[in-house]
């Protein structure tokens, strides 16, 4: 199991730190990516952290140089750390594991709320 956390309201320009914590097995044993869903939007892959090798690790286009992906293995976390927030960024943000699900996980993950205002 995954749960996010640390979503929040902020202004443009400002940041913000996701965590995506594990349960029930290690995070360095599988790819990890966090996923946005803007309302009325598509669920689309913004970071994906390669931990087993397989050179997919991923950044998407509008979020290089802003976000970076970073893990602490002792606390079995994935972080999304999110720099100079843009209103475009805006949405829930949620975590999975690959190989992804069949169902998309913003159809069924818990996400975390990112707020940008201008």
């Known amino acids: 199991q995954l749960v996010e956390s640390g979503g929040g309201s902020v202004q443009a320009g400002g940041s913000l730190r996701l965590s995506c914590t594990a349960s029930?097995?290690?995070?360095?044993?599988?790819?990890v990516g966090w996923y946005r869903e803007a309302p009325g939007n598509e669920c689309v892959l913004v970071s994906r952290?390669?931990?087993?090798?397989?050179?997919?690790?991923y950044l998407l286009d509008s979020v290089k140089g802003r976000f970076t992906v970073s893990q602490d293995n002792a606390k079995n976390t994935v972080y999304l750390q999110m720099n100079n927030l843009k209103p475009e960024d805006t949405g829930v943000y949620y975590c999975?594991?690959?190989?992804?699900?069949?169902?998309?996980?913003?159809?069924w993950g818990q996400g975390t709320q990112v707020t940008v205002s201008s």
């Open positions: 029930g097995f290690r995070v360095e044993q599988f790819d």
């Open positions: 999975a594991t690959f190989p992804e699900e069949p169902v998309p996980v913003c159809d």
């Open positions: 952290s390669d931990n087993t090798g397989n050179g997919r690790a």
